[in-house]
């Protein structure tokens, strides 16, 4: 009589996103579990068991591999080995060859949980400071310059904050294609997130564009771009007077008006141009 061997199970392993100390206990317990890791960049995950004194066999599954060793894991784990996918750094799945995999899985009825941890697109929408109420995680983007556009400007009217990966030698060309289509919308660009230089540079359109454009700028980033906010009709709904007086008190205490305006604007409900405008009308007729 033949034994049945029980199929093992695959472990969704999110991974730090840069500081090795984010990995959650849970994690590092399943790595020292699973008879196999399978990563999409050997190099960094083996730095990351090495630190954890962690000593299991490591194989490569990324995009230009996982056909292959998508089918050579399915057979592991049908001869019930447990394996650990981790992504380059992260949660796997996102913006990885992880999610073809999980199909794969469920095609072939291989049981998969996750264990989840740290991911660059929710930490730096939280570290911008803009709506976390709804978002949309749109990864990387066409990099060709008429399907740039035409992806923009499908997206421009969108109320939701948008969330973009990209390289560091085509941030500032995407922020050029973003003011083109969307023109000056507030930016959040947050680079090496949790590591030593982490940094989130915040403002309009242009004034990031600009303080970029000469930087010989290194690292991974994320880029985070407000929602659209239609403008209301500047006459019936708010107070002209109380706006006024704001913004003076604000520029009697040393702020500008450009500055004064974008403050103001979302205790209003509505964008800085139409409180611009309401100030600016009111001005004229004095």
């Known amino acids: ?41 050997t190099r960094r995950t083996r730095k990351l068991l090495s630190f954890y004194d962690i000593h299991k066999p490591l194989i490569s599954f990324r995009e230009h591999n996982k056909i292959y060793q998508g089918q050579k894991i399915i057979g ?5 080995k447990n394996v650990a996918l981790c992504s380059d750094a992260g949660m796997p799945v996102i913006s990885d060859p992880g999610e073809d995999f999980i199909r ?4 072939e009825d291989i049981p998969f949980t996750i264990i989840p941890g740290a991911n660059a697109a929710i930490s730096a ?7 976390a109420n709804t978002f949309l995680y749109l990864g990387f ?14 997206i421009s009217k969108e109320p939701h904050t948008l969330i973009f990966y990209e ?32 940094e989130a540079i915040r403002g309009e359109t242009t004034q990031i564009i600009g303080e970029l454009k000469d930087r010989e700028l290194r690292g991974e980033f994320t ?20 706006i006024v007086s704001e913004v003076e008190k604000l520029t009697s205490e ?4 450009n500055d004064a305006f974008k403050k103001i604007a979302p205790k209003y409900h509505t964008s800085k141009r139409a409180i611009y405008s309401i100030y600016l009308t009111y001005q004229e007729k004095k």
Do not use: Q, W
């Open 104 to 107: 794969l899985c469920i095609d």
């Open 254 to 257: 040393g702020m500008s008006k």
């Open 141 to 154: 983007i066409p990099r060709k310059k008429k399907k740039k556009r035409e992806f923009l400007e499908n």
């Open 1 to 41: 009589m033949t034994e049945h061997k029980e199929t093992g199970t695959l472990f969704l392993t999110a991974t730090p996103i840069g500081n090795l100390d984010d990995i959650t206990i849970r994690a590092l317990d399943i790595l020292k579990k699973v008879d196999i890791v399978a990563a999409e960049d």
């Open 167 to 198: 390289s560091p030698k085509r941030v500032v060309p995407l922020l050029e294609a973003v003011y083109e289509v969307m023109g000056d919308r507030r930016v959040c660009v947050v680079r090496e997130l949790t590591k030593i230089h982490e």
């Open 223 to 242: 880029i985070i771009i407000e929602g659209f906010v239609e403008e209301e009709n500047d006459g019936d709904y708010l107070d002209v007077t109380e």
């Open 76 to 80: 592991m784990l049908k001869e019930g």
């Open 125 to 131: 929408l939280v570290l911008s400071g803009f709506s």
